[in-house]
């Protein structure tokens, strides 16, 4: 898969002649081609997310009535098939998504790009460390629209600065560290699956 993606991403590159618009339009494309699997992700996790509720509901209504309530339970779950395959789509897409990855890492170029004006060498970390922190705040994004109203959406949790410690540990560790081009990956696929969780899906 990742010599299809290599093959792929060539192309895309010699026709755009540009590093970081090739990494942008391959990415795309690639989640454009999940975008079925992420649907079904997002769905199940809805169910999921309801499922709880109500399982939360019988647990306090048969507390005293343990057969009883492993009776309800079953029922719930026979009602709701294939409640927890979100979790198994997410881990199918792991193998896509690392051969994504190889498939551009390892074919770094050593040339600048118009996407990031203030950088000369993709290849190299961003001098000005504007890029790990551009990735703070594109994955944060989502969480922020929520806190401030923009956008309504009970799935996502509402920003809190815990929730940056994880997310500033890798622009830190690695985005300081590593090519340009990797932190410019991380930061469309961060945009691209803000677009993802902003979609409405149906029952």
């Known amino acids: 898969m990742t010599n299809i993606f290599s ?8 026709f755009t002649n540009d590093y970081g618009i090739a990494i942008i339009v391959f990415t795309i494309l690639v989640k454009l081609a999940l975008l079925p699997l992420n649907i079904k992700q997002k769905k199940s996790m809805k169910v999921q997310q309801k499922l709880s509720l109500e399982m939360n509901v019988l647990k306090e209504k048969y507390k005293d009535d343990q057969e009883k309530l492993n ?3 079953v029922n719930l779950y026979k009602e709701n098939p294939g409640s927890g395959i979100g979790f198994l789509l997410l881990f199918a ?44 705040v594109s994955q944060a994004l ?13 799935t996502i949790p509402k920003f809190s ?13 690695i985005l300081t560290k590593s090519p ?8 469309i696929s961060n945009i691209i699956s803000t677009v993802e969780q902003l979609m409405p899906v149906s029952e």
């Open 161 to 173: 600065i815990t929730m940056l410690i994880p997310t500033c540990i890798i622009a830190i560790l």
């Open 180 to 187: 340009a081009a990797l932190g410019l990956y991380f930061i």
């Open 93 to 136: 897409q792991m193998p896509i998504l690392i051969a994504m990855y190889k498939a551009f890492s390892n074919n770094i170029v050593n040339s600048p790009t118009i996407i990031l004006p203030w950088i000369n060498n993709l290849s190299k970390p961003d001098p000005y460390f504007l890029i790990p922190i551009i990735y703070i």
């Open 7 to 14: 093959q792929l991403f060539n192309v895309i590159f010699n």
């Open 71 to 73: 009776e309800e339970m």
């Open 142 to 154: 989502p969480s922020l629209l929520v806190t401030i109203g923009a956008i309504k959406n009970s």
